[in-house]
């Protein structure tokens, strides 16, 4: 099993920066890769951003290229997502999910640990 636990979220105001964290606890030796989503009230939850876990490989949603970055420590088995320049419609509930390696090795891109969420909230 694997326990993930967001952090960073808050409530802040249009153009501020937030820097989102989330440590992994228990089997870490099975992630594969760590992935970062958001769910907007009334909206689907999306993808925002993800990465390898020993390669560092980077993949993030054309809509937050430019202002969100995803990194890793693996040495503290942690996270992070930094968010520049923050718009209203980045207010959701954001979350980290973990890729075990059987699915990432067949490239399955199923994330089946999850944290219980961070909340951000951008006012304009």
């Known amino acids: 099993q694997l326990q993930l636990v967001e952090s960073g979220g808050g409530l802040v105001q249009a153009g501020d920066s937030l820097r989102l964290s989330c440590p992994a606890s228990g089997r870490t030796s099975r992630i594969y890769s760590m992935a970062w989503f958001r769910q907007a009230p009334g909206k689907e939850r999306e993808i925002v951003a993800s990465?390898?876990?020993?390669?560092?490989?980077?993949y993030y949603a054309d809509s937050v290229k430019e202002r969100f970055t995803i990194s890793r420590r693996n040495a503290q088995n942690t996270v992070y997502l930094q968010i520049n320049r923050l718009k209203p419609e980045d207010t959701a509930v954001y979350y980290c999910?973990?890729?075990?390696?059987?699915?990432?090795?067949?490239?399955?891109?199923?994330?089946?640990?999850w944290g219980q969420g961070t909340q951000v909230a951008v006012s304009s």
């Open positions: 990465i390898v876990w020993s390669g560092g490989g980077t």
């Open positions: 999910a973990a890729e075990d390696l059987d699915s990432g090795r067949f490239g399955r891109a199923d994330f089946t640990s």
